[in-house]
C-alpha cells in the first residue's frame, strides 16, 4: 500500500504512531573509544527480500549480514493468517566480510583514489549466490558470494611407530638398512641419489598419508565477477540496478552511464550535462535511480533541488526531460546559502513506483509522479538549524548528503539528523506523527512529547531555537547540538518496519 493522494479521504482510518524499539547493534563501540576512520560505515542497503544486509566503509570492506530468525515458519504463517501480532523482531547475524576497494592513486591527474565505499546495490540472486555491486569513486565492481565447501588435510592416518609390514623379516630388513626418513627420505644422500634403491618388503615404517576431508559446514567466498573502471571523469556519487536484471546505471557529477551486467568493456552515456564552457556550468547531478518497475524510466537529481524524469525510449542521449519536479522559492526568500540548502543529496522511489522521496539539507519532500507542480508533503527536519547556517557553512557541516528512505507499505518515511538520531514521519493525509529517535540502546531517549502538534513541522524541537536566539546551541530538551555526530545512512526493511543505520562505525538496528 502506498500513500494516498492528496484527495483521498484517508483521515478517518489514520495509521497508529510507531513504537520504536532496540533490535541489535553491531560494532558498538565503549565510551572514550577512539574509531578509526576506516571504521566509519559510508554505506547501507537491503536486499530485495530483506534477508541480507550489506554495509560499506571508509576502509574499502564490504560486510555482509544475513536473518537468522525463522520468518518462513509455519507457525508464523499461521499467526499471521489469524491477524495475531507477531512481537519477535528481525534477527541479524554476521555473515561475512571481504576487501572490495583498495586505495589507489591517478597518475595521469595526480590524484589519491580512496578506497571508501560510496554506494552498494543487491542484484538478482541465481543459484543461491549472492550478487552485488559496489562502488567508490571510481571503479565499480561486481561481486558473488557463494558457499563452498572447503576441503582441509586431516592429521596422518598412520601411527609412525607401527610397521605397514608384518613379518619379522620386513623388520630386520629395515633395521639392518639406514634409518628411513619420516614419508620415504633417506639420511644417507648418497645411497638416495641412486637410482636403483630397492624398497624393504614390508615398506618403510614411517610412511604417512594425508587424507582429505570435506568440511561439514560451508563457507562463504566472496568472488570479483567484473571491474566496470575508466568511465567517470568525476567521483561517482550513486548506482542503480535496472528491473529488467541486466543493466544499471552510474552517475557522477555531469555524466549518468549505462552499463550490462555482463560487459565491463564499455558503457553508453544516456545524460550529460558539461557545457561547453566550464564556466557556464550552473548545476551538477547528485543522485540518480531506476524506476522499480518500469524499466525505461529513470529520475535523477541536481544541486538546484530539481528532478528530472527521463525516457529511455526518446533518444540515445536524454538531453530533454519528461518531466520535472520541483519546488519554486517564495519571492524575496533568496539569500547566499538558499541554492546550498536547496541541493538534493538523495532520492527514493516508492516500491510502486507512484512516488519519490527527496532530501534536501533542510526538509524531506515526497513527490507524485502524475503531479510535477509541487511536492505532496514536506517535512521539516533541520529548520530549527536555520540561525545557524553561517556557523554550518564555516565547518562545512552545510554540505553534508544525508540520505533518506521509505517503508515497503509506503506510509511512513525516515531520514538521519546531527546528534546520531533520525526521524520518522507519517505520509499519509493528516498524519501527525513526527518521531525522533537516537542511534543507541535507548532510540527514544530524545523524544519529543508533543502528540498535540496540529502539523508534521517539528515546532516543538523549533521553539526552543527560535526564541531570540539565545539558545541556538540546543534542541527542545536541552540537548546540545552536536555537528561532529551525524546519522547519514540508513535503510528500511523492504517488507516490515525495521530500520538500520550507521552511527560511525556501529550499526543499530529497529523495529516497531
Known amino acids: 500500500m502506498d500513500p494516498p493522494g492528496p484527495g483521498d479521504q484517508g483521515e478517518a482510518s489514520q495509521p497508529q504512531p510507531l513504537d520504536w524499539r532496540f533490535a541489535q547493534v553491531f560494532g558498538e563501540r565503549a565510551a572514550g573509544e577512539d574509531v578509526q576512520e576506516v571504521d566509519v560505515i559510508s554505506a547501507i542497503e537491503f536486499d530485495k527480500s530483506g534477508d541480507h544486509l550489506a554495509t560499506g566503509d571508509k576502509g574499502g570492506r564490504v560486510v555482509l549480514f544475513e536473518r537468522t530468525d525463522a520468518r518462513d515458519s509455519a507457525s508464523r504463517r499461521e499467526l499471521e493468517r489469524q491477524d495475531v501480532p507477531i512481537n519477535r523482531h528481525p534477527e541479524f547475524r554476521y555473515k561475512t566480510e571481504f576487501q572490495s576497494h583498495e586505495p589507489e592513486f591517478d597518475y595521469?591527474?595526480?590524484?589519491?583514489?580512496?578506497?571508501?565505499?560510496?554506494?552498494?546495490?543487491?542484484?538478482?540472486?541465481?543459484?543461491?549466490?549472492?550478487?552485488?555491486?559496489?562502488?567508490?569513486?571510481?571503479?565499480?565492481?561486481?561481486?558473488?558470494?557463494?558457499?563452498?565447501?572447503?576441503?582441509?588435510?586431516?592429521?596422518?592416518?598412520?601411527n609412525t611407530s607401527q610397521s605397514v609390514g608384518s613379518s619379522t623379516s620386513a623388520s630386520a630388513s629395515t633395521s639392518s638398512s639406514k634409518a628411513p626418513l619420516p614419508n620415504g627420505g633417506c639420511s644417507d644422500k648418497f645411497n638416495c641419489l641412486n637410482t636403483d634403491l630397492s624398497f624393504p618388503p614390508g615398506g618403510y615404517p614411517s610412511l604417512r598419508l594425508p587424507v582429505q576431508v570435506t568440511s561439514l559446514e560451508a563457507n562463504p567466498v566472496a568472488r570479483c565477477r567484473r571491474v566496470y573502471a575508466h568511465a567517470h571523469d568525476y567521483h561517482i556519487n550513486s548506482i542503480s540496478n535496472n528491473s529488467d536484471g541486466e543493466?544499471?546505471?552510474?552517475?557522477?557529477?555531469?555524466?549518468?552511464?549505462?552499463?550490462?551486467?555482463?560487459?565491463?568493456?564499455?558503457?553508453?552515456?544516456?545524460?550529460?550535462?558539461?557545457?561547453?564552457?566550464?564556466?557556464?556550468?550552473?548545476?551538477?547531478?547528485?543522485?540518480?535511480?531506476?524506476?522499480?518497475?518500469?524499466?525505461?524510466?529513470?529520475?535523477?537529481?541536481?544541486?538546484?533541488?530539481?528532478?528530472?524524469?527521463?525516457?529511455?525510449?526518446?533518444?540515445?542521449?536524454?538531453?530533454?526531460?519528461?518531466?520535472i519536479f520541483e519546488e519554486h522559492e517564495a519571492p524575496g526568500s533568496r539569500s547566499f546559502f538558499t541554492e546550498i540548502i536547496a541541493s538534493i543529496s538523495d532520492i527514493k522511489f516508492s516500491r510502486d513506483g507512484r512516488y519519490i522521496l527527496s532530501r534536501d539539507y533542510m526538509t524531506l519532500k515526497l513527490w507524485d509522479l502524475n503531479m510535477d507542480s509541487g511536492p505532496v508533503s514536506t517535512f521539516q527536519v533541520h529548520e530549527h538549524l536555520r540561525p545557524k547556517l553561517c556557523d554550518l557553512y564555516e565547518n562545512d557541516s552545510i554540505f553534508d548528503k544525508f540520505e533518506c528512505c521509505l517503508s515497503g507499505d509506503g506510509l511512513r518515511v525516515a531520514t538521519g539528523s546531527y546528534g546520531n538520531i533520525f526521524r520518522v514521519f507519517g505520509c499519509t493525509p493528516g498524519s501527525i506523527e513526527a518521531t525522533t529517535l537516537e542511534a543507541s540502546r535507548n532510540p527514544m531517549r530524545r523524544q519529543i512529547t508533543n502528540p498535540s502538534r496540529p502539523t508534521r513541522t517539528l515546532t516543538s524541537f523549533t521553539r526552543g531555537v527560535r526564541r531570540g536566539g539565545e539558545n541556538q546551541g540546543v534542541d527542545a530538551n536541552g540537548n546540545s547540538l552536536d555537528f561532529s555526530t551525524k546519522l547519514l545512512h540508513l535503510a528500511w526493511h523492504p517488507t516490515e518496519n525495521s530500520i538500520a543505520c550507521a552511527a560511525s562505525n556501529s550499526l543499530y538496528m529497529y523495529y516497531a
Open 108 to 158: 595521469l591527474k595526480s590524484l589519491e583514489i580512496e578506497e571508501k565505499i560510496n554506494k552498494i546495490k543487491w542484484c538478482q540472486t541465481a543459484n543461491s549466490a549472492l550478487s552485488l555491486l559496489s562502488t567508490n569513486d571510481k571503479t565499480i565492481k561486481y561481486w558473488k558470494v557463494q558457499e563452498k565447501k572447503i576441503k582441509r588435510v586431516s592429521v596422518m592416518n598412520l
Open 247 to 323: 543493466t544499471f546505471i552510474s552517475a557522477d557529477d555531469l555524466r549518468i552511464n549505462l552499463w550490462n551486467l555482463e560487459i565491463n568493456s564499455q558503457s553508453f552515456n544516456i545524460v550529460d550535462v558539461k557545457p561547453t564552457n566550464m564556466e557556464d556550468l550552473t548545476e551538477v547531478i547528485t543522485c540518480a535511480e531506476f524506476h522499480p518497475n518500469h524499466c525505461n524510466t529513470l529520475a535523477y537529481s541536481s544541486s538546484k533541488g530539481s528532478i528530472r524524469l527521463i525516457d529511455l525510449r526518446q533518444s540515445a542521449l536524454c538531453d530533454n526531460h519528461s518531466k
